[in-house]
């Protein structure tokens, strides 16, 4: 991908859905940043997930019918287009940022000290687009002795005491059968953007 050309503008009349014509840079992986990300393109945003060569890991956690097509990562990001991009070369980072500079929405759930050695924290985003939202959807607050630490939903059911919940049922700490703290969260991400979306929307009237 070359430009910003390659991928926006597209016919908004293709979506439907109160999001409809909103455009989201998605630089979120494995299932949090995702599954709010795929409830924003159901809304009818218009969503382009960035990806690494590797592509996201989710795409190999079968089983699955074709290669890199894993259950888990088809249903958190349908309705959503991706591009392949290397932020560690110029060209790469060049490339994000013209999406970023016509983007309504940026979200990423990558640690914040990865972004700014990339040259692509708020700041840096915002220099070339005033109006973007940009959400950080991290593990730890920027203030508190955690932040910058990496954040899977097995260690936070752990750390938020889901798991030592369990030791009141049958007397032993376990983990939830499901990742109940990625899903949480992913809805919170997902109604923080909508609600930021509608109070900008709101000032410009």
Known sequence: MTGQSDVWPIDAELASGPLRGVRI????????????????????A????IESQAGDSMRWIG???HEGMGPLFLQANRNKR??????KTAEGKQALIALANR??????????QALQRLGLDYDSIRAGNKRIIYCAAVGYGSG??????????????????IA?????????????????????????VANAISSALSSSAMRRH
């Open 25 to 44: 840079l998605d630089l979120t992986t494995v299932v949090m940043g995702p599954f709010a990300t795929q409830m924003l393109g159901d809304l009818g």
């Open 46 to 49: 218009d969503v382009v997930k």
């Open 63 to 65: 089983p699955w019918r």
């Open 82 to 87: 991706s591009v392949v991009l290397d932020l």
């Open 103 to 112: 983007a309504d929405v940026l979200v990423s759930n990558v640690r914040p």
């Open 144 to 161: 508190g002795p955690d932040a910058g630490k990496a954040v899977y939903d097995d260690l936070m059911q752990a750390a938020s005491g």
């Open 164 to 188: 030592g919940l369990f030791g009141a049922v049958d007397g032993a700490p376990r983990y939830a059968p499901i990742n109940i703290c990625d899903r949480v969260v992913g809805l919170y």
